[in-house]
């Protein structure tokens, strides 16, 4: 049921916090500092390349997990979309290890993939949340997100999840390779630690987007920009506002303004900005102020000192609870999946079940 919640994603998105620890639960051993898989005797140590695969939301969670798993493991890691994947003949070489990832279990261009790689020799990894499915089954290494049956067509606790286990799959992985010590791991689970309650301390912006909404309701575009591992969530945050709202809306990378779609900017354009304090803080400061200086109208997604230092000029903030880099894309999820949810009931819509969609893609 939707319990006192008006649609199944608003429920979904103040799900969160729960089922994000739930899942880490299975992944952490907090009381020994230490990241484990359920599956410890998988041998990640003779890894030596990594593919991921996936569709939609799903999609963007496996983007993340690329910059995790290049920087902490550094193993290299291939994504594409399991609808271009499937048909261009992929090189796949030994010692290789498929992920795939997906709500549902049932995708069925994800499954083909998963079965291509199979027939090519490699080991295949599954985050999935239908404990059931068939990739749940077809795979070596099952690693689930427990994110509860999601109802809502607009995938939200799903993917938060699916990040939480990506992580600390990125950390195991890591730890085989030989390229995290002791601390650096107590550190990382620490972090992880930390993200069901900046989870609630997200959630708790709630009321100020809903008053933000009309800012993007009445728009025809609308652009999402981030960098490194918020460029995803760039990408995620206009998926959502598209499904869910109808407006169009497109991510960039930051640093990708500058070579076309900075062509597109007035102010009728509304732009939100995803830059967390950290290393890329600045870079992606400086690509919004290009888009202020041509009358862009910016709505800036950071945590307090961000927003102190460029919030100046935007017509609207979101101030996010401070956090590691590390698991800031789970948090920013928030705002991005609130503000297309509000967008969407602004405008009326079918929030839980938008035109032309699908829970669940089982044909091609
Ligand atoms: O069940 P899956 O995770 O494989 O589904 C993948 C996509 O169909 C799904 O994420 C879709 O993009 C959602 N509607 C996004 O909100």
Redesign the pocket.
């Known amino acids: 049921s939707k319990g006192n919640h008006r649609h199944y994603m608003l429920k979904e998105i103040y799900e969160q916090p729960v089922v994000v620890a739930q899942t880490l639960k299975s992944y952490l051993q907090r009381m020994e500092d230490r990241v484990s898989l359920p599956i410890p005797d998988f041998d990640l140590g003779t890894i030596r390349r990594v593919t991921i695969v996936?569709?939609?939301?799903?999609y963007y969670a496996g983007m993340v997990a690329k910059y995790w798993i290049e920087q902490f493991a550094r193993v290299p890691v291939d994504i594409d979309v399991a609808s271009e994947f499937r048909y261009r003949a992929p090189v796949m070489e030994d010692g290789g290890l498929m992920i795939v990832i997906?709500?549902?279990g049932e995708?069925a261009d994800?499954l083909a993939a998963l079965r291509y790689a199979r027939a090519e020799g490699q080991k295949i990894a599954a985050v999935v949340n239908v404990p059931t499915s068939t990739m749940a089954r077809e795979a070596d290494l099952l690693l689930p997100t427990h994110a509860g049956p999601e109802i809502g067509?607009?995938?939200t606790k799903?993917f938060t999840c699916q990040l939480a286990v990506l992580a600390a799959f990125a950390a195991n992985l890591a730890r085989a390779k030989g390229r995290l010590d002791a601390k650096a791991e107590k550190e990382l689970v620490r972090h992880l630690s930390e993200a069901p309650a900046a989870l609630n301390g997200a959630l708790a912006y709630d009321e100020s987007i809903e008053d933000m909404a009309h800012l993007v309701a009445g728009a025809r575009d609308v652009l999402y920009l981030g960098r490194g591992p918020d460029y995803p969530l760039a990408l995620e945050g206009a998926?959502?506002l598209k499904?869910i709202s109808y407006i169009h809306a497109e991510g960039y990378a930051a640093g990708e303004m500058k070579h076309g779609p900075i062509a597109l900017i007035d102010d009728k354009v509304p732009v939100i900005v995803l830059a967390p304090s950290g290393p890329l803080f600045e870079k992606t400061v400086s690509n919004m102020q290009e888009v202020q200086a041509r009358g862009g109208k910016v709505i800036l997604i950071s945590d307090y000192d961000g927003v102190q230092a460029a919030g100046e000029g935007c017509i609207a903030t979101i101030t996010m609870p401070k956090v590691h880099p590390l698991i800031a894309p789970m948090i920013y999820a928030v705002p991005v999946q609130l503000l297309a949810y509000h967008v969407a009931v602004a405008k009326g819509t079918d929030v839980d079940q938008p035109r032309n969609?699908a829970k669940?893609?089982t044909v091609e």
């Open positions: 996936a569709c939609g939301t799903s997906s709500q549902s995708t994800t067509v607009a995938s799903a998926l959502k499904e969609l669940s893609v």
